[in-house]
């Protein structure tokens, strides 16, 4: 079957614009997770949602971040007002449920800000 | 909170060398334990995990036992292949959380 996918797999954005980061989870996956892999950050969890709702977005590194989930399967990461820092590939993984269940990866989007 | 510490690298090896790539970890209660691995242009995939202390995971000739007594989930195999280069990062999970907390990452080369 299909497994996470994630558009676009690249973005280069000027500073100060928004940016929309889509991931579409593996059918029935009721966790989807956000993290970013950047050089000096190494894997940072950024949000987790289970259905629609985010029990967890402590990983949000400022308020210019937000995401949210619809109808329990499509995810949209926002940054607004991007920063050079804001750069680094965003991974989205998706999971059975709750707990130690194995998370699944999507290919990621590689963000470069100008 | 939550940590993972791994070797550093980058690791280089030749084919059939035995390899270990050490992990230790920092968390309250009972984690679980992975291993993921990132081949060159692919995304991260689950290698092998532990849920419980004394857990051994294998996977494609990897091995990792989960020691509770020394916080630790090396990873270890016993010939490694040209195949096996990649960048391999240890993670926990908590049982009453699901978000993954990963280690730095070690790039392995294996050169035939």
């Known amino acids: 079957g299909a497994g996470v996918s994630q558009s676009p797999s690249n973005k280069v954005t000027e500073k100060g614009k928004d940016v929309e980061l889509r991931c579409d989870p593996i059918?029935?996956?009721?966790?989807l997770y956000w993290y970013r892999q950047s050089l000096g950050q190494g894997l940072e969890f950024l949000i987790y949602?289970?259905?629609?709702?985010?029990?967890?977005k402590s990983g949000l590194p400022s308020d210019r971040f937000s995401a949210e989930r619809t109808g329990g399967s499509v995810s949209t990461l926002t940054i607004q007002r991007t920063q050079q820092e804001d750069s680094a590939v965003y991974l989205c993984a998706s999971s059975l449920g709750h707990g130690a269940y194995e998370q699944y990866f999507g290919p990621g989007t590689r963000l470069t800000v100008t | 909170g939550n940590s993972v510490t791994q070797m550093e690298g980058p690791v280089t090896l030749s084919e059939e060398a035995f390899l270990t790539i050490n992990c230790t970890y920092t968390?309250?209660?009972?984690?679980?334990l992975f291993w993921y691995v990132q081949y060159p242009g692919e995304g991260l995939q689950l290698l092998l995990k532990?849920?419980?202390?004394?857990d051994k995971g294998s996977n494609k000739g990897f091995e990792a036992t989960y020691r509770k007594e020394t916080t630790s989930f090396h990873l270890e195999k016993g010939s490694v292949q040209v195949s096996d280069s990649a960048v391999y990062f240890c993670a926990l999970s908590q049982t009453s959380g699901s978000r993954l907390t990963f280690g730095e990452g070690t790039q392995l080369t294996v050169n035939p």
């Open positions: 949602f289970q259905g629609n709702s985010a029990p967890d």
């Open positions: 532990a849920t419980k202390a004394d």
């Open positions: 059918s029935g996956h009721t966790a």
């Open positions: 968390a309250t209660g009972y984690p679980s």
